[in-house]
């Protein structure tokens, strides 16, 4: 394995953007190419002429409530109050569903970031004579609702030129389109400090046009004028906003409300329209989120010791899980077993269940292969949804252990390592170099290195639960800190080869480089 210089660094992650189509936002795609956006928009218009109440219709997931908050300030932007309803995960269940139907009675209905799958819904609506604009970015389904208008990439007849963007994008396309259409004085780049939460959480591609709207979009969140970032800007205290940021702070904050309790709480954080209002709750959101935390943790331990190792996936199940945190579970057995994961929660006879990924399979077309059993599923490639009778779980775990009778190397992307790193040669350069390179995330993974041949010095177990392992090594003479996160068990070898990141770690204004393991090997 090569060793990794910076020359060679630099080289590596600047080959990876050197064919960007959409390297300036002054090139970015326009909203035309998207099949019916200007027949949503020409319908928008009439609404705001002959002033019909508008509803707009989220999800309670960190993409569906920016998307909430992107297109209701656009519509108060422009002097329109629109209605708003974002389900509750545990009232209500997902997206536009009959129960969501059933509170309203007149004017146009908005989804953002979902009603691909809402079928039932939008024949209930057409029934109540109510025109319905789908706005929405998961996979078509064979079924697909009947709608006024349907905005979503994924449409095979749909021209937009990148499939992979998040629900957010969708509905900021949408607010650029009605822009246009009645020369509103709205300035769009405003929403890239949200736009930039939202891929992120959403897990989308950190390439192409996703690259540059992050990219942009963490400067943004700095200089946001948005009361919201105003609060975490002065929580965080960073000089600079990176992917990380945003993945492991800001967006599991936002996520806890619709996960623990109700997503508006979220959503009137980031729609606060003064500081006060947007620390109340930022401080409700911070509770909230260490109790998914705990939470998480408990359900974790369940679910691993219900893990059989030989099963081609993670699927297990149990009464009263929190439907909140399980995704977030599934995500964790996914990586920590490397396969897929599905993890169900029973309650009054029906499993809801989230299924994780990071493989080369496509788990919605997986799922597709079990809908006999279902009661209904929805998602994408890395992640979906999916509820069926718990009297059904073991019929569905032996077809999907059968459908997944592939090779490990489908199961599971392993790291692309760029090779061998000398410790002693990161520096601060080395780390701007990283630095330079950010947003990181799929498909543009932050650089990862091996270390060999490291002696263990000491270890530590840190954190509230201590399930978090500091080790002290020496590689060749030179003698460094690495951290591996949610690591219980000790290391009983004297020498490890490890692969690591490496990030900035600024404490104090100093800066140093923060070693973290990825994997022990």
């Known amino acids: ?99 969501i139907v059933d509170m309203i009675d007149e004017g146009l209905v908005i989804t953002v970031d979902n009603g691909i799958s809402a079928c039932h819904a939008a024949e209930l609506l057409k029934q109540k004579n109510i025109d319905l604009i789908i706005t929405d970015h998961h996979t078509v389904g064979e079924n697909i609702p009947e709608a006024f208008a349907i905005i979503n990439p994924k449409q095979e007849d749909c021209n937009f030129p990148f499939k992979e963007i998040c629900g957010a994008q969708v509905a900021w396309y949408l607010c650029a389109s009605i822009k246009k259409e009645i020369n509103a004085d709205v300035n769009l780049q405003e929403f890239f400090d949200l736009l930039c939460v ?86 409700l959101l911070e ?12 359900i974790s331990q369940k679910a691993t010791n219900a ?28 990586n920590s077993f490397k ?33 006999d059993l279902l009661l209904g599923f929805g998602g994408h490639k890395n992640a979906a949804g999916l509820s069926l009778e718990a009297k059904n779980l073991e019929k569905f775990k032996k077809r999907i252990n059968e459908l997944l009778n592939i090779s490990q190397e489908e199961l599971h992307i392993e790291h692309d390592i760029l090779g061998e790193l000398d410790v002693s040669s990161v520096d601060i350069e080395f780390l701007e170099i990283i630095e330079r390179f950010e947003p ?3 498909k543009n993974y932050r650089p990862i290195f091996k270390v ?47 692969i690591i990141t490496v990030n900035k770690n600024e404490f104090r204004g100093k800066v140093n480089p923060q070693f973290l393991i990825q994997e022990i090997l």
């Open 440 to 442: 990181y995330g799929l």
């Open 1 to 99: 394995m090569s060793k990794v210089t910076k020359t060679s660094l630099y080289e590596l992650l600047a080959a990876r953007h050197k064919d960007n189509p959409y390297s300036r936002l002054a090139n970015l795609p326009q909203p035309d190419s998207f099949k019916d956006i200007k027949k949503a928009t020409s319908r928008i218009k009439e609404a705001l002429l002959n002033n019909e109440t508008i509803t707009i219709v989220g999800d309670y997931d960190v993409d569906g409530v920016v998307s909430t908050t992107i297109i209701v300030d656009f519509f108060q932007k422009i002097g329109k109050k629109v209605n708003h309803i974002i389900p509750n995960r545990f009232e209500h269940g997902y997206g536009l569903s009959p129960k």
């Open 339 to 371: 396969k897929p994961a599905f993890i169900f929660s029973i309650k009054n006879g029906i499993a809801k269940g989230s299924a994780r990924a990071n493989a080369n399979i496509n788990l919605h077309t997986i799922i597709s292969e079990t809908s």
């Open 307 to 334: 893990t059989n190792p030989e099963d081609n996936a993670v699927i297990v199940w149990g009464e009263d899980w929190h439907e909140g945190v399980i995704g977030i579970v599934a995500s964790k057995l996914s």
């Open 452 to 498: 060999s041949n490291s002696q263990i010095i000491k270890y530590d177990f840190f954190g509230k639960d201590k399930n978090h392992l500091k080790l002290t090594l020496n590689n060749n003479g030179y003698l460094f800190e690495a951290i591996k996160f949610y690591q219980e068990e000790p290391i009983n070898e004297n020498f490890i080869d490890i």
């Open 198 to 283: 939202a891929i992120i959480a959403d897990i989308m591609p950190m390439t192409s046009l996703n690259y540059t709207m992050v990219k942009y979009g963490l400067k943004k969140i700095k200089a946001s004028k948005r009361p919201a970032f105003i609060k975490l800007n002065e929580m965080m205290s960073k000089e600079i906003f990176v992917s990380d940021d945003i993945g492991f702070t800001i967006a599991p904050k936002i996520n806890s409300a619709g996960r623990m309790e109700d997503a508006s709480i979220a959503l009137n954080f980031l729609l606060s329209s003064n500081e006060y209002e947007a620390n109340d709750a930022l401080q």
């Open 287 to 298: 509770e909230l989120n260490c109790f998914r935390k705990n939470l998480q943790e408990e």
